[in-house]
Every structure is written in structure tokens, then in C-alpha cells.
């Protein structure tokens, strides 16, 4: 194992921040496997499964098991790492821009299209190599302007050519849950099954070019617009390690030893797999899932629990007006199991207050909240 510094360009004189990548295995052996944890960085249970992780990838090591090229990056944000206001964590927006910092990585599909014009040909494999080649030669000549462009920078050149990349968030209060592309379902349906999944939401471009579609969408989006044989040589997703206050050691290490079988699924450990359980939940559209809103203020009491399986017309919850004395019922638009809910507790109109995972699409456009 070796760590490699990558220094961020500094926002303010006098101040510099840096984010660490520990690499595994041969550079170049493949597959190549790319894990990074709290990309929104109040969301601390990735961290945890990353510091267990790493020390079972060393012991791997050690042993000589190491068949593939493994990157570990367990704190992916250290500008958002280092925002607090009022004492608490602000991690998923950037304070300078007030941007999501899943959000806005770079659209690799546009970038690299005139880049392989002529080069492609009937050979898949050739034609992954040109690919990666021309997003190699873009992210060279990318000039990050600020310290949030430059930290996107590091983390999108060290998994752009990765044939596996897992991003380790946590919800509120949630279930494990996973959120993928489509086209990467069946490379990452083993995951699903070890980690015990109670709900995966596929969609092709959900919006908002999140750093695990800027990794996974332009293969499928390319094989769509050329007439080339060109395969999902990317397969990313974001895997919702539960909720925010599920940090724990017994589950650190339980996680971290299912992303362990899974590397050893892909080839990239040597060692016997673990025997893969049921899959705990049959993947849904994320266009089917129904985020449950608040249409007035009041205090939030909830009825449903996460990963509980709701009816049509089930309760959600109630919010109650005290003063009024009124109480507003939530319930299920879609049946389903409740995967996430907030840990807020009073509820103003337009909060995102829980989500159930439907079956049958009926969302359009930007499929995932701010």
C-alpha cells in the first residue's frame, strides 16, 4: 500500500487543504476498484467502513491477494470536513458556492465525443481503451479555477478509468440502501445481496451529474450515440450506509467485510467468495419512488418506521398544529418499503420529509433532492 497527497488549490491566503488516496494492489491490473467515503462529509459512517476496509486490504496485502488495483479514499471532502456553523457540520453544500458537493462533476460523455471521433472501431475493447484515453487527455487539461473544482478534479481522475467505483454516503434515518444506473444493475447486484439491501433505485441520468453517474453515464450514453460496440465499462454506485447516527464498530466492520466479498466476487481479492444470500428487496425505478412532502408547518410525529413495507393509503405520518389543534395525515402514494425519513421532528412546507420505494415510474426530470 502506498498514500498519495493530492494538495487542493487554495481558496484563502494562508490556507490549504488536502485530500489523501491510498493506493492498493498494481496500478494498471485490472479489475480496478475505486471506494471513496463522505463525499458529503457530515455523512460519517463511510469513514468508518473505510478506516475497517483499509485494514483488512493491508492484511490482504501482506498475504499476497491483492489480484487487482484497489484505490481507498476515506475522507473525500476535506473542504466540506472542515465546515461547521453554529456548531454543527455543514458538509453537503459548499459554504463558498452553495453547491452540492454530489453535484456538477464533469459530463465526461460531451467531453470526450470529439475526442473519439475516427478513433473507434468494431473491437470493444479497443474502443474502451481510446475511451479512457480521451477522458485521461480531458481531465489533464482541466484547469480547476477554485478549491471545489480541484478537489472534483482529484477524485474524478483517480476513478474515471476504474471498472468498479462505490461512493459510501449515509442517509438521515434509512435502511442500507443503494442507488445506481441501470446499466450497472447486474455487475452490482452481488453488492446488493451482501449488504443486505433493502431498497435499489435504478434510473439512467437522474440529473444533476452526481460524482458516481459522471463515472458510470457516459459508456451507456456513448453506446447510444455511436455506432460502436462500446460495453458498461464503468459499473458506480452510491451505497446509503443507513442513517447518519448508524456509526458503529460491530456495523463498520460488517460493511467493510461485504465490500471485502464483493472485491472478491469481482476478482480483484483472490480467496473462495462468500456465498452470496437472497437479494433482500427487488430493485425499483427511482422515478417510482415517492418523496413525501410537507404541505403545511407543524410537529412531525411519525408512524412509519424505515424499512417498514407500506399499502396504498398507509399512514406516514401526522403533523399537528398546536395551536390549531389540527393534524395533517401523510399517507403512501405508492406501496412500498419507507427506505429514508429525516431526523427532523418539526416540519415547514415543501420539506422532504421520508421516501418509499415504488414500483412503477411516475417522476420526471431531476429525480434526486438537493
Known amino acids: 500500500m502506498h498514500r498519495t497527497d493530492h494538495v487542493l488549490r487554495s481558496q484563502s491566503i494562508g490556507s490549504q487543504k488536502t485530500l489523501s488516496s491510498f493506493h492498493f494492489g498494481t496500478p494498471g491490473a485490472r479489475p480496478k476498484v475505486y471506494i471513496q467515503a463522505?463525499?458529503?462529509?457530515?455523512?460519517?459512517?463511510?469513514?468508518l467502513v473505510a478506516y475497517h476496509l483499509r485494514r483488512m486490504l493491508e492484511q490482504a496485502e501482506a498475504q499476497g491477494h491483492i489480484q487487482g488495483e484497489i484505490i481507498l479514499v476515506p475522507l473525500a471532502n476535506?473542504?466540506?470536513?472542515?465546515?461547521?456553523?453554529d456548531h454543527k457540520p455543514m458538509g453537503r453544500f459548499d459554504l463558498n458556492t452553495s453547491e452540492n458537493f454530489n453535484r456538477h462533476f464533469p459530463d465526461l460523455c460531451a467531453a470526450v465525443l470529439p475526442l473519439v471521433e475516427g478513433k473507434l472501431g468494431p473491437d470493444a475493447a479497443a474502443n474502451v481503451a481510446t475511451i479512457r484515453q480521451a477522458m485521461a487527455?480531458?481531465?489533464?487539461?482541466?484547469?480547476?479555477?477554485?478549491?471545489?473544482?480541484?478537489?472534483?478534479?482529484?477524485?474524478?481522475?483517480?476513478?474515471f478509468d476504474a471498472d468498479v467505483v462505490?461512493?459510501?454516503?449515509?442517509?438521515?434515518?434509512?435502511?442500507?440502501?443503494?442507488?445506481?444506473?441501470?446499466p450497472c444493475w447486474p455487475a452490482l447486484e452481488p453488492l446488493a445481496r451482501l449488504l443486505g439491501a433493502q431498497a435499489v433505485l435504478l434510473a439512467k441520468n437522474s440529473g444533476g451529474l452526481s460524482f458516481d453517474e459522471s463515472l458510470s453515464g457516459p459508456w451507456w450514453q456513448l453506446a447510444e450515440k455511436l455506432p460502436y460496440p462500446i460495453p458498461q465499462a464503468c459499473?458506480?454506485?452510491?451505497?446509503?450506509?443507513?442513517?447518519?447516527?448508524?456509526?458503529?464498530?460491530?456495523?463498520g466492520r460488517a460493511d467493510a467485510r461485504a465490500i471485502l466479498g464483493y472485491l472478491q466476487h469481482l476478482g480483484a481479492l483472490a480467496g473462495e467468495p462468500p456465498v452470496l444470500p437472497d437479494l433482500a428487496c427487488a430493485a425499483t425505478p427511482l422515478a417510482g419512488a415517492q418523496y413525501v412532502k410537507s404541505p403545511v408547518p407543524?410537529?412531525?410525529?411519525f408512524a412509519a418506521q424505515p424499512g417498514d413495507h407500506l399499502a396504498l393509503g398507509e399512514l406516514v405520518a401526522e403533523i399537528i398544529d398546536p395551536v390549531s389543534g389540527t393534524v395533517h395525515a401523510l399517507r403512501a402514494e405508492v406501496p412500498g418499503v419507507l427506505y429514508a425519513r429525516t431526523t427532523e421532528r418539526y416540519a415547514t412546507p415543501g420539506d422532504d420529509l421520508a421516501n418509499i420505494a415504488g414500483s412503477v415510474p411516475f417522476r420526471t426530470g431531476n429525480l434526486l433532492g438537493a
Do not use: F, N
Open 78 to 85: 476535506p473542504i466540506g470536513q472542515a465546515q461547521r456553523v
Open 137 to 159: 487527455t480531458h481531465l489533464d487539461a482541466w484547469q480547476p479555477a477554485t478549491e471545489l473544482a480541484s478537489q472534483r478534479k482529484h477524485l474524478v481522475s483517480l476513478a
Open 38 to 47: 463522505s463525499l458529503h462529509a457530515e455523512e460519517l459512517p463511510g469513514m
Open 298 to 301: 407543524g410537529v412531525l410525529v
Open 235 to 251: 459499473a458506480s454506485t452510491t451505497v446509503e450506509l443507513r442513517g447518519e447516527a448508524d456509526v458503529s464498530h460491530a456495523l
Open 166 to 182: 462505490l461512493d459510501l454516503h449515509c442517509d438521515l434515518e434509512a435502511v442500507m440502501h443503494l442507488y445506481a444506473e441501470t
